[in-house]
Structures are given as C-alpha cells and as structure tokens.
C-alpha cells in the first residue's frame, strides 16, 4: 500500500480527460504532506488510467492527465 493510495482513488473517481490540483490539495486528499518523494510515487498512478501532466512549482500545482485507452 502506498502513502498516496487515497490521492490515485481520488484521481481515478474524477473521470475527467484533464484537471489540476493544488500541493494543499494533493496533501489534503493524501492525508500526508507533498514532499520530494512524489515523483518517485508517479508510476503508481497508471494503473489507475491516469498520468502526471505538467507539475509547476511556480503555482504549486500538478495535472493529472488521463490515458487514452
């Protein structure tokens, strides 16, 4: 089980072609803090039919893009 479970079933529930979250939100969803390790946590979320889009740092947020079946 990864610490970001609950943000994929988030993700996955959207159904949205494209959409962004906030850090605050990633974190709030997540139930842990957004940290470096997140890149490293990215491939988890493929099986749930979505990839990471642009993350920026600027703006403190990611997007999530969904695959294309």
Do not use: N
Request: aromatic letters at 14%; proline letters at 4%.
């Amino acid at each position: 089980m990864s610490k970001y479970d609950p943000l994929w079933q988030y993700v996955a529930a959207r159904q949205e072609e494209k959409f962004t979250l906030s850090f605050g939100e990633i974190a709030e969803i997540a139930g842990v803090p957004m940290d470096h390790s997140f890149l490293q946590y990215k491939k988890e979320l493929t099986p749930y039919g979505y990839q990471l889009g642009k993350i920026s740092m600027k703006k403190e947020s990611v997007e999530f893009v969904k695959l294309q079946s």
